[in-house]
């Protein structure tokens, strides 16, 4: 069973950035994509961002420009770089690993970005 653990999060001021970062406890190189998604209080979970095993990424339109997700298979940690931070980034972040047999989600870390 492996399991993700998100790491990073934290109080920060609008305009300032954040590393997330989500280890697991064992290889990811078999996990086709790794997601970062993030629930709002009161709002639906959305998807922020993916990379796939191959190093393909794709972002929310609402992060564009701003985040970034990377990939580390030697490390089995994904990373999501965040600038530019905005009020409207306050969230629980939580990564998602997708193998073909298995779906693994970790249990979140909160952003909370002050304005």
């Known amino acids: 069973q492996v399991q993700l653990v998100e790491s990073g999060g934290g109080l920060v001021q609008a305009g300032g950035s954040l590393r997330l970062s989500c280890a697991a406890t064992?290889?990811?190189?078999?996990?086709?994509?790794m997601r970062w998604y993030r629930q709002a209080p009161g709002k639906q979970r959305e998807l922020v961002a993916f990379v796939t095993k191959d190093g393909s990424t794709n972002y929310a339109d609402s992060v564009k420009g701003r985040f970034t997700i990377s990939r580390d298979n030697a490390k089995n940690t994904v990373h999501l770089q965040m600038n530019s931070l905005k009020p409207e980034d306050t969230a629980v972040y939580s990564c998602r690993g997708t193998s073909n047999l298995n779906d693994y989600w970790g249990q979140g870390t909160q952003v909370t970005v002050s304005s």
């Open positions: 064992s290889s990811i190189f078999s996990f086709n994509v």
